[in-house]
């Protein structure tokens, strides 16, 4: 059985645990312990697998058994369509009151092991759309310079697709206005010829047979 566990975060930008400040914390294991836990490792196992899943096992691509080359043909099944309900799945299967919760869980966790929440240097990283992940102080300058550059790349693309719209819509009312004349002169001669060709003849008048 197992007596002592050690508890990694994760930088969620790069996928690496942190050992950083009091992480990892090496506590005794127990059966709150792994109700407190087990719930976060399987999302965040799910949600970088497969090849997440390396560096969360503290493994490298070198290292990796040849038996895992079948993990390529895994597919995991979609228990849930968002991370919340596959919470109160996890809740469920391992017997958590749901007027406790998980969160509410770890929370008392973090503070018996971190109460002076040091999270192994992780901080919150936010995005415009509510996206929240925790990231070390490197990722978070890699995550905020990518993201210049693609803000950067789609004004740059933005720019192109309204120049392109611009000139195609151009050369669109360039081409209707040419056929629109030429087949308004058409039409005109057509209709003086159908008058030359199709109008009847004038009514002749036959001499009167009253003398």
Known sequence: ????????????????????????????????????????????????FPLGIIPLLGLELEGIPEQWAKLAEFQLPTVAHNSADEIEILQDTLGIDREIG??????????????????????????????????????????????KHAMAELQ?????????????????????GADSLWRDAGNFFSNVNRAHTESPPPPISSPSNNQ
């Open 156 to 176: 740059e693309s933005k720019v192109r697709e309204a120049r392109d719209t611009i000139v195609n819509a151009a050369k669109k009312n360039a081409s209707r």
């Open 102 to 147: 998980i969160l509410s869980l770890l929370e008392r966790f973090y503070m018996k092991n971190d109460p002076a929440e040091d999270f192994g240097g992780l901080r919150r990283l936010s995005s415009p759309n509510g996206l929240m992940i925790w990231v070390t102080q490197n990722s978070r300058q890699e995550a905020l310079k990518q993201a």
């Open 1 to 48: 059985e197992m007596e002592e566990c050690h508890v990694y975060l994760v930088d969620e930008y790069s996928g690496v645990p942190v050992a950083s400040g009091a992480y990892p914390l090496q506590l005794n294991f127990s059966k709150d312990i792994a109700k407190s836990l087990i719930p976060p490792t399987l999302l965040a196992m799910k949600a970088n």
